[in-house]
């Protein structure tokens, strides 16, 4: 069965440092993934694709397939990216059935 | 245009109640997904609707119901509501590249 972890419920940070929000899934196929953000009182958004290979608002996710994990990382962390972040990887194959989401880690970074 | 939009916003139901929940996706996005966000959870997959078909069902009872119309819009039915049904609803519709896009959700509070 498809599963996607996310380990750390909360990540806090100071201003300026370095950031990791790990998800690592379980998929027999190949999969599309995805980091969704919500910010207080937004809704959910797309952050990035990583077929895209982008990098929005300075974070990046590179898929990593031999451990299978999508870390999002950013240099250096801002107090605007406090904020509530979902991996969804999903399987290109299934055409989308089951987009499945991580349980989310919130990351609060103070000043 | 207009993004996902999901009524009621808020309301509150007796245990054993049923509830209806509505959502519009964006206009010319066919496919509708809906999640359950419970406190202190992640996003749980409920349903999929494709096309006026449901593709696919998370892992939830059989009171858990729902359907699409021919314009796409779709109804979450819920019938003997109960307390641990308590819980933000959200609706997703997905357009190009496969990018999810998501209402504001519906606050569900059984008492």
């Known amino acids: 069965a498809q599963r996607v972890t996310q380990p750390e419920k909360l990540l806090s940070v100071f201003k300026g440092a370095p950031v990791e929000l790990k998800c690592n899934y379980s998929?027999?196929?190949?999969?599309?993934l995805f980091w969704y953000v919500q910010y207080s009182r937004q809704r959910l958004q797309l952050l990035l694709r990583?077929?895209s290979r982008e990098s929005i608002k300075g974070f990046t996710a590179d898929l990593n397939k031999g451990e299978t994990s999508f870390h999002l990382k950013k240099p250096f962390a801002q107090e605007e990216d406090s904020a509530m972040y979902y991996c969804?990887?999903?399987?290109?194959?299934?055409?989308?059935?089951?987009?499945?989401f991580g349980t989310g880690t919130r990351l609060l970074v103070s000043p | 245009e207009a993004g996902v939009t999901q009524s009621p916003t808020h309301l509150i139901k007796t245990r054993g109640q049923q509830v209806t929940l509505r959502c519009s996706p964006i206009?010319?996005?066919?496919?509708v997904y809906w999640y359950q966000q419970a406190l202190g959870l992640g996003l749980q997959f409920l349903l999929w609707y494709d096309e006026g078909e449901e593709r696919n069902r998370g892992n939830f009872p059989p009171r858990f119901s729902g359907r699409q119309f021919p314009n796409y819009s779709s109804e979450l039915n819920v019938n003997a509501l109960e307390l641990e049904d308590s819980a933000l609803y959200l609706c997703?519709?997905?357009?190009?590249?496969?990018?999810?896009?998501f209402g504001e959700g519906s606050w569900l509070t059984v008492v």
């Open positions: 969804a990887p999903t399987l290109r194959n299934t055409g989308f059935q089951k987009l499945v």
């Open positions: 997703a519709s997905r357009g190009k590249r496969n990018t999810i896009y």
């Open positions: 990583h077929i």
């Open positions: 206009s010319g996005h066919t496919s």
């Open positions: 998929y027999s196929g190949s999969p599309e």
